[in-house]
Nanobody, 123 residues
């Protein structure tokens, strides 16, 4: 399974970005998907996750109400809509996938990772 994230960029505080994660090699409907991020000098942290069907979603407290995770299994793609961005959202954002049905927010429980896309929010 290969994941490819894109959509990052430079945006001013209060702005929006939409990240995409395309999945190659397997059908995405068999996987729980998630977004994580890593800021310089910090550990990778959970952002959001979505069940294989898209019926259940989970968010880190820091992004609730501002970010929306979604997926289109027909297009083998997952998305992260980020609104009202803040400078503290600056990080490399990674998409990830794990087999099974249980949605997780733990980095080590995800089996496959994309290469990351940089998001920079200026104040």
């Amino acid at each position: 399974v290969q994941l490819q994230a894109c959509g990052g960029g430079l945006v001013q505080a209060g702005g929006s970005l939409r990240l995409s994660c395309a999945v190659f090699g397997r059908t995405v409907r068999n996987y729980v998907m998630g977004w994580f991020r890593q800021a310089p000098g910090k550990e990778r942290e959970f952002v959001a996750a979505i069940s294989s069907s898209g019926g259940r979603v989970y968010y880190a407290d820091s992004v609730k109400g501002r970010f929306t995770i979604s997926r289109d299994n027909a297009k083998n793609t997952m998305y992260l809509q980020m609104n009202n961005l803040k400078p503290e959202d600056t990080a490399v954002y990674y998409c990830a996938a794990r087999g099974g049905l249980r949605v997780s927010n733990i980095t080590s429980e995800f089996d496959y990772w994309g290469q990351g896309t940089q998001v920079t929010v200026s104040s």
